[in-house]
């Protein structure tokens, strides 16, 4: 089965950086899109980036573009989620899913069906 697991969160001052990382394994990864989401306290999941199999399309929500830059190194099975410009509207939860057909464009309203555990984001002002 497929497995995702997320790593590199933390606490960050606004305004600052973070990378996430997420580790894939079980599936020919190099043939699936790839998104970020994340869930804050009393809101429901929301999209955050998503990334075609091939990483040549991107998708971002509204409230990240400019600031998080999604990307895939399919040598080495991981999606990555840049996050510069930290506010404290992004502190949440975040997730790396993947999406279930091959070949997918990992757009916002793709079927995601493996899910790592999260990890924490956390900004502080």
């Known amino acids: 089965q497929v497995q995702l697991v997320e790593s590199g969160g933390g606490l960050v001052q606004a305004g600052g950086s973070l990378r996430l990382s997420c580790a894939a394994s079980?599936?020919?990864?190099?043939?699936?899109?790839m998104g970020w989401f994340r869930q804050a306290p009393g809101k429901e999941r929301e999209f955050v980036a998503g990334?075609?199999?091939?990483?040549?399309?991107?998708y971002y929500t509204e409230s990240v573009k400019g600031r998080f830059t999604i990307s895939r190194d399919n040598a080495k099975n991981t999606v990555y989620l840049q996050m510069n410009s930290l506010k404290s509207d992004d502190t949440a939860v975040y997730y790396c899913?993947?999406?279930?057909?091959?070949?997918?464009?990992?757009?916002?309203?793709?079927?995601?069906?493996?899910w790592g555990q999260g990890t924490q984001v956390t900004v502080s002002s």
């Open positions: 079980g599936r020919t990864f190099s043939t699936y899109a």
């Open positions: 990334i075609s199999w091939s990483g040549g399309r991107t």
């Open positions: 899913a993947m999406e279930v057909p091959r070949y997918g464009l990992g757009s916002p309203d793709s079927r995601y069906e493996y």
